[in-house]
């Protein structure tokens, strides 16, 4: 079964900048899309950014405005977002999961999650 563990949310104050990791087991970063998403208190959850088993990579969410950027490393089986320039709307739970190969914006078609880690721009 494969697993998926998010780690370095934290608190940090507006303009700042923060890497998410998310380690993946038991899958092949090659063959799987690795999708970040978020959650605000209140709101729905939301696609951020993802990266394909091809290495292509997609990003949804308008109001992050080109501050991030998702990466991987197949030899280490991680995946980053590299979040910078960060607001107080950026607050909330970060997810990475996974689907197969190809990327999508629809958080329904992927199969695995992590627990998530919180990310709380403030002052």
């Known amino acids: 079964q494969l697993q998926l563990v998010e780690s370095g949310g934290s608190l940090v104050q507006p303009g700042g900048s923060l890497r998410l990791s998310c380690a993946a087991s038991?899958?092949?970063?090659?063959?799987?899309?690795i999708g970040w998403f978020r959650q605000a208190p209140g709101k729905e959850r939301e696609g951020v950014s993802c990266?394909?088993?091809?290495?292509?990579?997609?990003e949804y969410a308008n109001a992050v405005d080109g501050r991030f950027t998702i990466s991987r490393d197949t030899a280490k089986n991680m995946v980053y977002l590299q979040m910078t320039a960060l607001k107080p709307s950026d607050t909330g739970v970060y997810y990475c999961a996974a689907k197969s190969r190809r990327c999508s914006r629809r958080d329904f078609l992927f199969e695995a999650w992590g627990q998530g880690t919180q990310v709380t721009v403030s002052s």
């Open positions: 990266i394909a088993g091809d290495g292509s990579v997609e």
């Open positions: 038991r899958l092949t970063l090659g063959e799987t899309a």
